[in-house]
């Protein structure tokens, strides 16, 4: 079996690499052309391609013996027009090409941003409702971006009748990865914590990757979308305070109850910004709703699914995240027979 990863050189890209090696599943790893891999550390086994998806156009190549297609690739940074032709844009792009090939299997990376977070109202899973329409102004370029690649590729699977897996990570973390925006707002050296706790729907990159992997490979995933999360997520009081650990970062955190910051930002969003061009992601209610709104998370669909438990327990992802660098793998754990680094 072969896979083809984009944005194979990502935060994330990197470890599904690694993740599928491991379950001697050939990899070709798209990688936009100055990318450096060097030091990832893969076997000579993973054939690299180097494409941007935003202006390629031959990409038919790529696919040649290709199973599976997971696709990460998407513009997290720029702004607004740049992050939609970038994801939604590349996206096209990607899967005309793939119309053209023989693969007919696709994973799809989503996001848990395309959930509408105000309108759920006790448990986040994967029958929450979905944002209708989101605009830039309210929800972000990232989410309109990620609303948009989703939807695109249902509209392909639906005209060519692949097999489609949609899989929707929660906060992904890990080592450079620390700190995630439902910590609330950093103030010099101190945080404002809002709604201390509050469970934070996280999934390490390690954890995640695996989740790929397994997708590619087993097909009780085929037409499935799951929400990716470790479990019911830790305490934002709790992380915070591994995570000021783990960094060495001094300061204070100061609790602030949810319901007295909601309503803040809504009455100040209503009389002071709403006809404001530019507005900080924390005081706009929408956007406050979908990094910090206390709601509960779990991965049953997934582990019903597919039997999945996440490799690494929450010790083990904070050993990984702020611990000493691993250690190299050993040659045998390779299908090329050669060491990389995870």
């Not at 977070?117 to 102004?137: G, I, K, N, R």
């Not at 992997?213 to 591994?242: C, F, H, K, M």
């Not at 709601?295 to 327990?313: H, S, V, Y």
């Amino acid at each position: 079996m072969k896979a083809l990863v984009t944005g194979a050189n990502g935060f994330l890209g990197r470890h599904v690499v690694n993740a599928l090696l491991a379950r001697g599943i050939e990899v070709r790893a798209m990688v936009r052309p100055a990318a450096r891999v060097e030091a990832l550390g893969w076997p000579a086994s993973v054939d690299i391609v180097r494409a941007d998806l935003r202006s390629a156009r031959d990409l038919v190549d790529a696919f040649a013996d290709v199973d599976v297609l997971i696709h990460l690739a998407a513009v997290v940074s720029g702004g607004e027009d740049a992050q939609f032709a970038g994801t939604v844009g590349g996206t096209e792009r990607l899967l005309d090409a793939m119309a053209a090939s023989a693969c007919r299997r696709l994973v799809l990376c989503s996001s848990f941003s395309v959930y509408d977070y105000t309108a759920t109202s006790d448990v986040l899973d994967e029958s929450a409702p979905l944002q209708q329409s989101p605009d830039v102004y309210t929800r972000g370029g990232y989410t309109v971006a990620k609303w948009w690649q989703e939807r695109l590729t249902r509209r392909y699977v639906e005209k060519d009748g692949w097999d489609l897996t949609v899989l929707r990570p929660g906060f992904i973390w890990g080592r450079g990865h620390g700190y995630l925006a439902a910590l609330g707002q950093q103030i010099g050296r101190h945080h404002v914590v809002i709604g201390p706790l509050t469970r934070i729907p996280m999934t390490h990159v390690e954890n995640c990757a695996d989740v790929f992997a397994l997708a590619a490979a087993d097909p009780r995933a085929r037409g499935q979308t799951l929400n990716i999360v470790d479990g019911p997520g830790e305490r934002v009081w709790t992380y915070l305070s591994d995570y000021m650990r783990g960094t060495g970062e001094r300061g204070l955190r100061l609790p602030v109850p949810h319901w007295l910051a909601s309503a803040v930002v809504r009455l100040a969003f209503v009389t002071v910004f709403r006809r404001a061009t530019k507005v900080p992601a924390i005081l706009t209610p929408k956007k406050f709703d979908a990094m910090l709104k206390p709601l509960r998370f779990d991965n049953r669909k997934l582990r019903e699914t597919l039997g999945w438990t996440p490799p690494l327990d929450y010790k083990q992802c904070l050993a990984r995240t702020y611990g000493p660098e691993p250690a190299r793998v050993e040659a045998a754990a390779w299908p090329s027979g050669k060491a990389a680094s995870i």
